[in-house]
């Protein structure tokens, strides 16, 4: 299987430098779930260097500014599922930035706790969701345009 983080489609592709990408995901949680991903193909957290811990901090903080500007969302969720125990299903170590809104689940409470209860997860086991969180040609031109402005 090609890694979908090293060979990035163009238009999930957001930003990148020599360390990291942040890239739209393709089974968004949420509308305007990002990813921001080593450029290097690693699997584990400790396989990475200091500098690319770093990188990655940098990017999620762009990604919330970025997301912030773009769609002014109340909140986020960010993530890692570290190993396939632990719902990694990608082999290429990345991070999650999920945009949240009053209002756009039934129980918010708990956060990513809910990560390790033993039940579906309604994102993924209904596709008209996915589909529905995937961004629209003209909110991906404008968090593109975000991405691009000065200092970035």
């Known amino acids: 299987m090609e890694c979908p983080f090293c060979n990035p489609q163009?238009?999930?592709l957001l930003y990148e430098d020599e360390l990291v990408r942040i890239l739209i995901d393709s089974y968004p949680a949420s509308r305007g779930h990002l990813l921001v991903v080593p450029r290097r193909h690693v699997e584990n957290?400790?396989?990475?260097?200091d500098e690319e811990k770093s990188a990655?901090?940098?990017?999620i903080d762009l990604a919330m500014e970025k997301l912030g500007e773009a769609f002014k969302p109340d909140g986020f969720n960010i993530g890692m599922n570290l190993g396939e125990a632990a719902g990694q299903t990608v082999p290429h170590l990345h991070v999650h930035v999920i945009p949240r809104w009053k209002g756009d689940c039934n129980l918010p409470r708990g956060g990513v706790r809910k990560a390790v209860l033993d039940i579906e997860d309604e994102n993924l086991s209904l596709r008209e969701r996915w589909e529905r969180n995937r961004l629209k040609e003209d909110e991906i031109r404008?968090?593109?345009e975000a991405f691009l402005e000065p200092g970035t």
Do not use: A, F, T
């Open 10 to 12: 163009p238009e999930n």
């Open 45 to 49: 957290w400790s396989d990475l260097s």
């Open 56 to 59: 990655l901090l940098r990017g």
């Open 142 to 144: 404008l968090l593109k």
